[in-house]
């Protein structure tokens, strides 16, 4: 049947696709088919356009965005999607490129370093992936401009905002999540080495033994989330707190001496080797905390300075003299016996074997007494029994 004579047949049918399907089913299914391809092939161009509109709206929109989340969320979408939207889409892109880099320099100015990091490494992603999704249109300006910025970002911009970072961040507990994502970055570099060495280099300048806040952030620190950085701090305190060369400020003192964390005092005070410093600790600490480790500290310490250790000791011993746990103490804690003398000393343990042997002496006269009102207890007993 020729095209004429199914034209016919449809319309003496009154459009009856039933009974022109029993006249000619070859015919009606072959224009079925026809219809359906015609239809299919307007929704994929409907389609088509609805989504290189909807790219090219996004691309208008992202200029409008308020917060980064929004500007991340569209340029993710642009980088996935215009390589199947056709030239159109990249042309319009290439005329809007400057415009979208300053939006989002002026969004994260006023980010974290932290947060910059992970913007800066999602931005120079999707800029490359924008680049070589663009080499099919073959537009040469638009692919090298995000090739650019895409190392741009990183080599260079991060870069320095790293630089600003470590050269003017004060290091304190709230810096902690920065210093560990800075750190984690930079040894993903090649030429890590060499940040490292500027970064602590800045560092090196900061009042380890003066500055509470530094103290507390280095306490803080992890060697697994930022390994270079807590050797480097860590080192610097153990020198100044270990090597007796070096002050260690009163606030960081006291802060040691409040916080449960005593024996770095002590042991820093003990071992201290500047004699100045030594009696500056001594007239705001000695005697003055009813803490007698503290006080002992000082007596541990060879060097001499303006103190009367002696008359110190005399005195706590005289209050406790009946307390033998006290006196022992005393009488084992170093510097004692260069304080008092050997004879003085001697007369010390003398009064602690003597303090002892009164006290066996108790015990043994209290035992007699039990074991005599226990024989009394038994012989009245047995006196009741025989009177029976």
């Known amino acids: 049947m020729s095209i ?17 399907y029993s006249k000619a089913p070859n015919e009606t299914l072959i224009a079925f088919a026809i219809i359906l391809l015609i239809v299919l092939v307007a929704v994929f161009l409907i389609a088509r356009i609805y989504k290189i509109n909807n790219l090219i709206n ?12 929004e500007y991340d969320e569209k340029i993710s979408f642009i980088a996935q999607d215009i390589s199947k939207r056709g030239k159109k889409t990249a042309l319009h892109l290439n005329s809007l490129k400057e415009k979208i880099l300053f939006k989002i320099s002026k969004q994260i100015s006023t980010f974290s370093i932290k947060e910059k990091i992970d913007v800066y490494k999602s931005l120079s992603k999707n800029y490359s992936l924008i680049a070589n999704a663009c080499e099919k249109y073959n537009e040469t300006e638009l692919i090298k401009f995000y090739e650019r910025k895409s190392k741009e970002l990183l080599e260079k911009t991060l870069k320095d905002e790293i630089e600003f970072y470590y050269k003017n961040v004060d290091l304190t507990i709230n810096e902690i999540d920065n210093i560990n994502a800075v750190v984690k970055y930079i040894n993903t570099l090649n030429n890590k080495d060499e940040i ?17 806040d530094l103290y507390k952030f280095i306490e803080k620190l992890e060697i697994k989330e930022a390994k270079q950085v ?31 964390k005593e024996e770095k005092a002590y042991n820093y005070i003990s071992n201290l080797k500047l004699k100045s410093y030594l009696q500056q600790l001594h007239d705001q600490f000695f ?12 007596i541990a310490n060879p060097l001499k300075i303006d103190s ?40 010390l343990i003398e009064r602690v074997d003597s303090i002892a042997a009164n006290e066996e002496n108790k015990k043994v006269a209290q035992e007699a007494l039990k074991i005599a009102k226990r024989a009394e207890t038994i012989a009245l007993e047995a006196k009741s029994l025989r009177g029976k």
């Not at 005697?287 to 503290?294: C, Q, R, W």
Request: charged share 30%; glycine share 4%; net charge negative.
């Open 287 to 298: 005697n003055k905390k009813d803490d007698l480790n503290l006080d002992l500290s000082f």
């Open 230 to 260: 807590y050797r480097f701090c860590r080192a610097k305190i153990d020198e100044i707190e270990q090597g007796g060369q070096k002050e260690l400020s009163i606030n960081i003192l006291e802060y040691l001496l409040n916080n449960w």
């Open 308 to 347: 009367d250790y002696k008359n110190y000791i005399d005195n706590s011993l005289t209050r406790n003299w009946r307390d033998s746990k006290h006196i022992e103490f005393i009488s084992n804690s170093k510097g004692v016996l260069e304080t008092l003398g050997h004879m003085e000393f001697r007369t």
């Open 196 to 212: 490292f060495e500027q970064l602590l280099k800045e560092f090196s300048k900061f009042s380890f033994g003066y500055n509470l």
């Open 58 to 69: 996004t691309i208008n929109t992202i200029l409008e965005t308020k917060t980064y989340e």
């Open 4 to 20: 004429s004579q199914f034209f016919s047949t449809l319309k003496e049918s009154q459009f009856n696709i039933l009974e022109v």
